[in-house]
């Protein structure tokens, strides 16, 4: 049915008024609140498929319009020449719509060890909910990270590729009604090393203790939130701990402060300090398939927020996006075209594209700042003891963390 006789229906059906209806559309209006670029299909789009309505109209917008008006008018409101209609009800045999998130401020990441006790609970229920409401858009997360593997390890991609995948876990996580200000934490890993096992997400009521795993040959997780989870491939979720020490907080700084260029930098932070966390964890963590494992998004917030430091020690992240040079970005890779005007990769397998990227197309060069990512998806890093140790960047105040201290709690 055409966009603009569907919405005469839907209006008459609501009781709308008689004069001029029109459709505001709202894909375009940025300020953090529904950015939805012209690579999006429209209106057709979300009529396809009738889940895409409730998903993306009542879910992952800001701003609370009728669901019927999302789906007609791909991300906007209805209203006549003189006024606007009162919203339709939704039937009586319908959940009403979630309310929409208000006063969720910045997106500010913090340091695991850092939240408090009430703000890791939290966390844990949202990934919990994900997983549950949505196992397939949960799988086709890991087998993103699998089919562009060649593209996004052991190239300069790696960290630009990484920042958006985040973001689209963060976006998956915030548009769960009850989680819409939700973040994702870092593990700041360097904090525990030399006492790996002891590391703070390992609890039995978060992530799973090194105890909490079954035995020969599966090693299946039995504790925290990924207890009894079945992974992408089919098996069940596995651990099989030890192996490689993390690096420690004096040895990151030391990349952080002394590797000037990028092409130097990111090879050593992928490196030993990405791989030791992998390797420690062991199972479906030390695979392509690691975002099966949830520690893979709190390790990866990790990597990048160590990018971000680096970029902002060194005032890199002060450079504008259409002003990078090789010392702040090296497009070298052995596999394919890796060009600040690159488009990020994110097909599952060649065309289909995951829910949380459909939408939300980037290039390398869009990754450059966390402070001027598209799509409303800016964040920064909150209190950080890494640049506490550090003490002053180069150009004498940091713009992307705020260096501080602060105990690691128990829970």
């Not at 290039?363 to 409303?376: A, E, K, V, Y």
Request: a negative charge; one cysteine or more; proline letters at 7%.
């Amino acid at each position: 049915m055409h966009t603009s006789v569907l919405l005469a229906l839907i209006l008459s059906l609501a009781g709308g008024a008689a004069a001029a209806e029109k459709c505001t559309d709202l894909r375009l209006s940025g300020g953090g609140i529904w950015v939805d670029k012209p690579y999006e299909t429209g209106c057709d789009w979300y009529g396809a498929v009738a889940q895409r309505c409730g998903w993306y109209g009542s879910r992952y917008r800001n701003e609370h319009v009728a669901n019927e008006a999302c789906c007609v008018c791909g991300g906007g409101k209805t209203s006549n020449e003189t006024d606007v209609p009162a919203t339709p009800s939704p039937p009586t045999d319908a959940p009403a719509t979630p309310s929409p998130p208000t006063g969720c401020g910045p997106r500010v990441r913090k340091g695991w060890s850092m939240l408090s006790c009430t703000e890791r609970e939290h966390f844990i229920e949202a990934v919990r909910t994900l997983h549950s409401e949505n196992t397939t858009d949960y799988h086709d997360l890991s087998q993103l990270h699998r089919n562009n593997g060649r593209y996004a390890h052991g190239t300069s991609a790696f960290l630009p590729w990484h920042r958006w995948f985040l973001v689209g876990y963060e976006n998956a996580l915030r548009s769960l009604p009850g989680f819409e200000c939700m973040t994702v934490p870092y593990w700041d890993w360097e904090r525990d090393d030399a006492a790996e096992r002891f590391s703070t997400p390992f609890r039995a009521k978060t992530f799973g203790t090194q105890a909490g795993v079954g035995g020969w040959p599966n090693y299946c997780v039995t504790e925290g939130v990924a207890a009894g989870w079945t992974a992408s491939d089919r098996q069940c979720l596995s651990r099989n701990w030890g192996g490689a020490g993390f690096a420690g907080a004096m040895e990151i700084s030391a990349i952080i402060t002394s590797n000037t260029d990028f092409a130097d930098f990111r090879p050593t932070l992928e490196g030993n300090p990405h791989a030791a966390p992998h390797i420690y964890v062991s199972g479906h963590m030390g695979s392509y398939l690691s975002p099966d494992d949830p520690l893979f998004f709190v390790h990866h917030a990790n990597v990048d927020r160590i990018w971000a430091l680096w970029q902002d020690y060194h005032g890199y992240d002060e450079v504008p996006k259409d002003a990078l040079n090789e010392t702040i970005y090296f497009p070298a890779s052995p596999v394919e075209d890796m060009s600040l005007e690159g488009t990020l990769p994110f097909s599952v397998d060649g065309s289909r594209i995951p829910t949380f990227f459909q939408d939300h197309p980037a290039t390398i060069r869009d990754m450059h700042s966390i402070t001027d990512l598209p799509h409303g998806a800016s964040y920064t890093y909150g209190t950080d003891t890494l640049a506490d140790l550090i003490g002053s960047p180069l150009r004498g105040s940091w713009d992307l963390v705020v260096p501080g201290t602060a105990p690691k709690l128990t829970c």
